[in-house]
């Protein structure tokens, strides 16, 4: 099993910073596609970043030039500037992974439970 556990989230004024993190365990031999995903209150769900595993990075329209995608190992970092009440939502870290032991590799995506932004004066 893998398992996704977010960190860093919080209550930022508007224009503020925060750093999440997400932390990848358990079986895993590899991670591909890593990914930020974050839902509003009374909203659907919606991607925020994405980075490969050969550093390929994606941003929604909405965070490019304040949001910074990275990686390194089993971890996952979301650095966020210029934070905007709209950015307000849980923020769900995914993977996509390749994980089991070396005779049976199964290939699966997992959430974390999500942690909160919240951006208010």
């Known amino acids: 099993q893998v398992h996704l556990v977010e960190s860093g989230g919080g209550l930022v004024q508007p224009g503020g910073s925060l750093r999440l993190s997400c932390a990848a365990s358990?079986?895993?031999?590899?991670?591909?596609?890593m990914a930020w995903y974050r839902q509003a209150p009374g909203k659907e769900r919606e991607l925020v970043a994405t980075?490969?595993?050969?550093?390929s990075k994606n941003y929604a329209d909405s965070v490019k030039g304040r949001f910074t995608i990275s990686r390194d190992d089993a971890n996952l970092f979301l650095q966020m500037n210029s934070l905007k009440p709209e950015d307000t939502a849980v923020y769900y870290c995914?993977?996509?992974?390749?994980?089991?032991?070396?005779?049976?590799?199964?290939?699966?995506?997992?959430w974390g439970e999500g942690t909160m932004v919240t951006v208010s004066s």
């Open positions: 358990g079986r895993i031999r590899s991670i591909d596609t």
């Open positions: 995914n993977a996509e992974t390749s994980y089991g032991p070396v005779e049976k590799t199964y290939r699966g995506q997992f």
């Open positions: 980075i490969t595993s050969s550093y």
